[in-house]
């Protein structure tokens, strides 16, 4: 039975308010966003972005595997950092540890991560963190497409979102990231992409994907 995502549903909605169309005034928060004075200061501008609004819509409607979200779970102390993928339409899950936040270490562990499945990569999508500011580097490693979200929507990277809800099971908020290990991060990962998912009819995502890369 046909389905359309929670994201596409939003994205419609506020794209009708823009267009002076009435659908948001059906939704059950009616509260105005408020301005976040001083948070573009702090996280630093990003050249050459390319909004969430070009991506294609075979990314929202879940049409083909390859299309990829991406984010930071932070340690206690604001530096060291796991990097976090997923691909949206298996779940398929990717974690890598950062030393230091920076543009730098954060591409140079999404590139790696996503190399040996690089023929399974065509689009990325992040927040507006300065950390994803080499995403032309990234775009370009990969030969895929890289996007922004809009400021403070998480849902348009929902299953993302998800995912580091999850990965908070492993490596707790305060939690300091110094003392975690390469079997650590191998047993979350593992833990993630081999639990069953209903969204998937019970399968996991490691069966999921996987069975898409073998048919390549």
Same mark, same amino acid.
């Given at each position: 039975?046909? =389905?359309? @995502?929670?994201?596409?549903?939003y /994205?419609?909605?506020y =794209?009708? +308010?823009r267009?002076?169309?009435?659908l948001?005034?059906?939704?059950r928060c /009616?509260?105005? &966003? +408020?301005?976040?004075?001083g948070?573009?200061e702090r996280?630093?501008?990003?050249?050459? /972005? %390319?909004s *969430?609004e /070009?991506r294609?819509?075979? %990314?929202d409607?879940l049409?083909r595997?390859g299309d990829w979200e991406?984010?930071?779970v932070?340690?206690a102390?604001q530096?060291q950092?796991?990097?976090t993928? $997923?691909?949206r339409r298996s779940?398929? @899950?990717?974690?890598?540890?950062?030393?230091?936040?920076?543009?730098q270490e954060?591409?140079?562990?999404?590139i790696?991560?996503l190399?040996?499945?690089a023929?399974?990569?065509?689009? %990325?999508t @992040?927040d507006?963190g300065k950390? #994803?500011a080499q995403h032309g580097? *990234?775009a370009k490693?990969l030969?895929a497409? #890289?996007?922004f979200?809009h400021p403070y929507?998480s849902?348009? &990277?929902?299953a993302?979102? $998800?995912?580091n809800?999850? *990965?908070?099971? #492993?490596?707790?908020?305060k939690?300091?990231?110094?003392g975690?290990?390469? =079997?650590? *991060?191998a047993?979350?990962?593992? =833990?993630? $992409?081999?639990?069953? &998912? +209903?969204?998937?009819?019970?399968k996991?995502?490691?069966q999921?994907?996987?069975?898409q890369?073998?048919s390549?």
């Open positions: 039975m046909p =389905s359309v @995502s929670h994201e596409r549903i /994205q419609h909605t =794209s009708d +308010k267009a002076g169309g009435t948001h005034k059906s939704l /009616q509260k105005q &966003r +408020k301005k976040r004075y948070q573009r996280r630093g501008a990003i050249v050459d /972005q %390319v *969430i /070009q294609s819509d075979i %990314v409607q049409g595997y991406a984010d930071l932070i340690g102390g530096q950092a796991l990097v993928l $997923n691909e779940r398929y @899950s990717l974690i890598g540890k950062v030393e230091r936040k920076t543009a954060v591409s140079d562990t999404m790696a991560l190399t040996p499945f023929d399974c990569v065509h689009t %990325v @992040s507006n950390e #994803f580097r *990234i490693d030969d497409q #890289f996007f979200a929507c849902w348009e &990277r929902g993302n979102e $998800n995912m809800g999850l *990965i908070r099971q #492993f490596f707790p908020k939690m300091a990231f110094d975690i290990t390469a =079997s650590d *991060i047993l979350a990962t593992y =833990s993630l $992409n081999h639990r069953p &998912r +209903k969204c998937l009819g019970f996991t995502p490691h999921v994907f996987m069975s890369l073998q390549h």
